[in-house]
Every structure is written in structure tokens, then in C-alpha cells.
């Protein structure tokens, strides 16, 4: 089995398992559903001389499990497709630094958050952890084309999140939209990698913030 296939089926392994936990949760109170939105991120560490990264725009979307644990509290258990990533940008001399490369990196992020409600039950505070599981990355340079760069970065990456929401009752369902900021907690980089690509540095951490829009469906009493 090559590497790329292994991981991707320790990314389905942990997928399952994911939903398998919301399909268990269905006997108790809970909400299940669908969520997705943007998210603009970027890398923070060291920088190549002379370079600079900078944030883009990506894609998330997955599922949605919200436990009830108590009257205002519930345990969310999200699986997701995330993309991050960074332009970067080099220095030449010329009055705007040129755009040369753009990095990409495809996870399936799977969260476990806590979403704190207030008193009127429907805006909340959450925060908690994630794992990410890399299925892809890439190094796309405006001259050369792109590359496959996914030897160069960590299988899996693990990060804290935190953001505010508040909930819409819309029929049957419940609509949440929610403002979140995640950031990695380990170097992604590989030090075991060649490291033979100038434009990337040894010390690599992800951060971003995320606009998401959800739709949740009670399931239970």
C-alpha cells in the first residue's frame, strides 16, 4: 500500500468513527446536520529571506453533532473538509513584492468543541480541539506549475478553536451561523523531510479565521 493510499484510509477510519459517535448520540437529545463556509487563513513562523506569507480564502464543510450535556451546555462533535494555505510572496526589487507561489494544504479536521449557550439559549461562546488528518498539498509556482509537496508537511496537525455563534429557528430546523479562530498548536513542517524547497521554512504553524453557516436537525426528546 503506498503512502498517499495509507493515508487516506486513516483518514476514513477516523471519519467513520466520527460518525459513528453521531449516529450513537441519536437516542439522547441532540442535533444533527450539515455545516460549511469560508475561511481565511494563513501560515505564521519563520519566513524565507526576503518573502513574505500571506492569507487566502478557503473552503470547509462537513457535519455537525451537538450532544446535550446540560440545560446550557453541549458537546459538538464536527468532522469537516478544511483547505488552508498561504500565497507567498517575494521580494525583487520592484515596488509590490511578486506573487510566486501558492501553497495548499487539504485536511479533514475533526473537531471536538464545547458551545457554552447564554441565557437566552440560542448565542453561545464554544471552544475546544482539533485534529487534522492532511490529505493533500501542493505548491503551486506561477512559472514552473504545480508540485506535490505533501511529503514535506506532518500526517497530522493539531489545533485549539474558539468563536462566538448564535442559533435561528427556521420550522423543524435550527440555523447557526458562528465566527471562529483556529489556530495549530504544533509545527507542521516535517524535519524528516527534504527540505530542499527554499520557500518553505522549518517552522510552520496554521491560523485563520472561519465564517460558518450551519443547518441542524433535533433528533431525540
Known sequence: MSERSARI????????FFVLC??????????????TGLSWSGLGGDAPVDAEYRRVLGLNAGIVGDIALAEDVALSLQP????????????VGEKEPTDSLE?????????????????????YFTTGFGLGFLTQATLKNVRAGEEDVGSLFKD????????VGFMVPARSSLLTFELRYQQSLINMFDFDADTSIE???????????????AVLFPRGD
Open 199 to 213: 520557500a518553505l521554512a522549518p517552522r510552520l504553524r496554521s491560523s485563520g479565521l472561519q465564517l460558518l453557516a
Open 103 to 123: 501553497l495548499r494544504l487539504d485536511y479533514i479536521d475533526c473537531l471536538v468543541m464545547v458551545k457554552i449557550f447564554a441565557d437566552n439559549g440560542y448565542s
Open 156 to 163: 497530522v496537525d493539531v489545533s485549539v478553536a474558539f468563536g
Open 9 to 16: 484510509l486513516s483518514v476514513g477510519c477516523h471519519v467513520l
Open 80 to 91: 469537516m473538509y478544511a483547505r488552508r494555505g498561504a500565497d507567498i510572496y517575494f521580494d
Open 22 to 35: 453521531l449516529g450513537a448520540s441519536a437516542a439522547a437529545q441532540s442535533r444533527l446536520g450539515v455545516t
